[in-house]
Nanobody
Framework: QVQLVESGGGLVQTGGSLRLSCAAS????????TGWFRQAPGKEREFVAR????????YYRDSVKGRFTVSRDNAANTVYLQMNSLKPEDEGVYYC??????????????????WGQGTQVTVSS
């Protein structure tokens, strides 16, 4: 049984930082692609970042490039999303998701088979 558990969300001021964690069980994340998505109230869930294993190639949406970093700890079977210089528009529920390795169309939610329950990120202005 695959389980993804996100943690690390919270309330932060504009310009602050948070690190989200996605702890996986039931599969080995280094053999798959792990993505981070977010959903703000009234909006569609959108792609944020992804790390492909085993080569660890990363992908980001344009608005977070240079501020967010996705990484992975293979020993802990956990994927992280370090978020710096947070802005109010980064606010939302953040989800991690795992799917097969793809090198294109990685922002497509249909390329992910397993999803976590989400963690709330609130950015105060």
């Amino acid at each position: 049984q695959v389980q993804l558990v996100e943690s690390g969300g919270g309330l932060v001021q504009t310009g602050g930082s948070l690190r989200l964690s996605c702890a996986a069980s039931g599969l080995t994340v280094s053999l798959y692609g792990t993505g981070w998505f977010r959903q703000a109230p009234g909006k569609e869930r959108e792609f944020v970042a992804r790390i492909n294993g085993p080569n660890g190639r990363t992908y980001y949406r344009d608005s977070v490039k240079g501020r967010f970093t996705v990484s992975r700890d293979n020993a802990a079977n956990t994927v992280y999303l370090q978020m710096n210089s947070l802005k109010p528009e980064d606010e939302g529920v953040y989800y991690c998701a795992v799917g097969p390795i793809v090198y294109s169309d990685y922002a497509n939610r249909e390329n992910y088979n397993y999803w976590g329950q989400g963690t709330q990120v609130t950015v105060s202005s």
